[in-house]
């Protein structure tokens, strides 16, 4: 009974992940693209890759932008929108990136 109650709950927990990553793909496609890629590796030269970041560095830094503790002009705006649960939504679909490094 207990297992069943705990197969449950994580399933529940990964569901959710799951939807955090879909839901801030959608996201990211309308309003991030342009800047950080499509995928995460930027396509404005002064842009950050975002893809593989790790979620709480990424929540950080936009509820950071978002409350003007770090200031940057574009991203000030951006991010003044934003709710917590999306600020999780995008933070998951970046993190769920996987990148792979090659030393030069
Ligand atoms: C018009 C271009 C543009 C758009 C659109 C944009 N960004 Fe940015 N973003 C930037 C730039 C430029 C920086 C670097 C800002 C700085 O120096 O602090 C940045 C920085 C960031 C950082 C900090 C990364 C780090 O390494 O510290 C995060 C996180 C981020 N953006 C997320 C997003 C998300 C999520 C969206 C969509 C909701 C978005 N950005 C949309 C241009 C953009």
Same mark, same amino acid.
């Not at 705990?6 to 955090?20: Q, V």
């Given at each position: 009974m207990k297992i069943a109650l705990?197969?449950?709950?994580?399933?529940?927990?990964?569901?959710?992940?799951?939807?955090?990553v879909t839901a801030g793909r959608a996201k990211a496609d309308v309003a991030c693209a342009l800047c950080h890629g499509?995928?995460?590796?930027? !396509?404005?030269?002064?842009?950050?890759? /975002? $893809?593989?970041q790790q979620a709480l560095y990424l929540s950080e830094q936009l509820k950071s932008y978002r409350g003007g503790q770090r200031q940057n002009?574009?991203?000030?705006?951006?991010?003044?929108?934003? !709710?917590?649960?999306?600020?999780?939504? /995008? $933070?998951?679909?970046y993190s769920a990136i996987k990148v792979t490094v090659e030393l030069p």
């Open positions: 705990f197969i449950s709950l994580m399933l529940a927990a990964f569901n959710s992940l799951a939807d955090d499509p995928h995460g590796v930027a !396509t404005l030269p002064n842009a950050p890759n /975002l $893809a593989g002009a574009v991203m000030g705006v951006i991010a003044k929108p934003l !709710t917590d649960a999306e600020i999780a939504q /995008l $933070a998951a679909w």
